[in-house]
């Protein structure tokens, strides 16, 4: 039998569901895997603090495995695994980087820190042939990782779509069901503890957008940085647009595309409508789903729970298995740099539908004035509704385009003229 020895860096609600998990299943892994994983050291941020909220929550962590100091977890010569559950960048990527460095494998569900210092800790990783591993740090127990880094390793991946934020996706679903406006639902869903106190990683899509960098870079088999991603969230999107989509056929969600056309990249996070056909759109509450399309794979999709201590725990600890186990770790098959893939042109001017809000005076004249600005770059509607006049007296116009170029939009909503209309929102459509 194997003797595997884990050390935490943090231990809350993920580090503590790992905790659950590894005792629940030690006598299971075992006997299926003939590992005994034991935990040797944990980094806590206060002893008495920590001590009182395992006791809050029933893990018997042994006060004498606990510690202040980082280096006892990344220093400590009898530790194998670190598994790092501290979140955001510093100090947790500085501290994995000290773990790998003493040629300790690292285990992490940290998008944030792995999506800005992937560079340095995969080659730290390969310096002293210790292991990086990091299938949680996009859509929780959704094996995606695996899945592009194996599975699709010989496919021509053009197309990712994801909903990998299970915060945002709850609050739109409820948005859409309830009739609700975003605000009263972030406040019940942070009171329910589905949305943390402060939101904007999540509401506003960095969340979203560093799994998108870590997605795109396997996908497409070269770097796209974190800050090529384009961004924007859901904080003001109305249950007015998301009941006029309805109307029109649409679902909202927010999603993180990354789509390669030749050397050409887009990777953007916005709020998007979709068929309410479209297997994405029937993906509701906290869960995460993943839609890719590839030369030879064709469509498929990924679905399940993208946050939660054990869902994220499970995949933790199939890494767990997988590292002692001696398994390979996924490196990726390009070059991990800290700059992007020279070989990639990153684009804003992408093609998709747009559907496009804008209030109105209501008089004759105003739609053949606003029909020419679109006319004028070449943008082609698809559909129009128009709602009757509110108590301003304005009308509301939406238009859902035919598939047109960003700048195109961008360019024929400049046109128009603000004494008779003003753009209220512009959602991207995809198919
Ligand atoms: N905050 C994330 C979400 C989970 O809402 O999906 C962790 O990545």
């Known amino acids: 039998m194997k003797q595997v020895s884990i050390g935490f860096l943090g231990c809350g609600n993920i580090g503590g569901g790992v905790w659950r998990l590894l005792s629940e299943m030690h006598d299971e892994l075992v ?30 962590v042994p006060r004498e495995i606990l510690t202040e100091k980082a280096g006892d977890v990344t220093g400590d010569p009898q530790v194998d695994i670190v598994c790092e559950f501290m979140g955001g960048e510093q100090p947790a990527a500085r501290f994995m980087l000290d773990a790998l460095e003493n040629g300790k494998t690292v285990i992490t569900a940290n998008k944030v820190a792995l999506a800005l210092n992937w560079a340095q800790l995969q080659a730290a990783a390969e310096r002293t ?23 699709l390793e010989a496919d021509r991946i053009d197309r990712v779509m994801g909903i990998i934020n299970g915060t945002t996706n709850y609050i739109l679903t409820r948005m859409s069901q309830e009739g609700r406006d975003y605000a ?5 869903a942070q009171k329910l503890g589905l949305a943390e106190p402060n939101p904007e990683a999540d509401v506003e899509g960095m969340d979203a957008a560093y799994k998108l960098s870590i997605l795109a870079s396997l996908a497409f088999h070269g770097r796209v940085t974190y800050q090529k991603v384009y ?27 990354a789509k390669k056309d030749g050397n050409v990249v887009e990777v953007r996070v916005h709020p998007t409508f ?42 933790i600890c199939g890494d767990i298995v997988s590292a002692a186990s001696g398994d390979r770790p996924f490196y990726p098959s390009f070059r991990n740099t800290v700059e992007d893939d020279p ?32 006319s004028q770059e070449n943008v082609s509607i698809a559909s129009m509704m128009q709602k009757t006049a509110a108590k301003d007296g304005l009308v509301q116009l939406v238009f859902i385009t035919h598939p047109a170029s960003e700048q195109a939009v961008r360019r024929a909503i400049g046109h128009m003229d603000g004494k008779i209309c003003r753009l209220e929102r512009m959602i991207r459509v995809e198919e």
């Open 343 to 374: 070989s990639f042109e990153f684009t804003n001017d992408w093609t998709t539908r747009y559907y496009i809000r804008l209030s109105a005076v209501d008089e004759a004249g105003v739609l053949t004035r606003l029909a020419a600005c679109f």
């Open 231 to 257: 961004r924007e969230g859901i904080s003001s999107i109305s249950a007015m647009d998301i009941a006029f989509g309805r109307e029109m056929g649409y679902t909202l969600k927010l999603l993180a595309i």
């Open 31 to 60: 006997l299926r895997h003939g590992i005994d994983v034991c935990v040797r050291r944990v980094l806590v941020k206060d002893i008495p603090e920590a001590l009182a909220l395992n006791a809050g929550k029933g893990l018997d």
């Open 184 to 188: 009263e639902v972030l406040e019940e």
């Open 129 to 151: 042939g210790a292991g990086l591993w990091y299938e949680a740090s996009v859509g929780g127990v959704i094996p995606v990782i695996r899945v592009l880094n194996t599975n």
């Open 274 to 315: 979709l068929p309410h056909a479209h297997p994405l759109a029937r993906v509701d509450g906290s869960l995460n789903a993943i839609f890719i399309h590839g030369a030879y794979c064709r469509d498929m999709m990924l679905q399940g729970r993208g946050a939660g201590d054990m869902p994220t725990a499970s995949a």
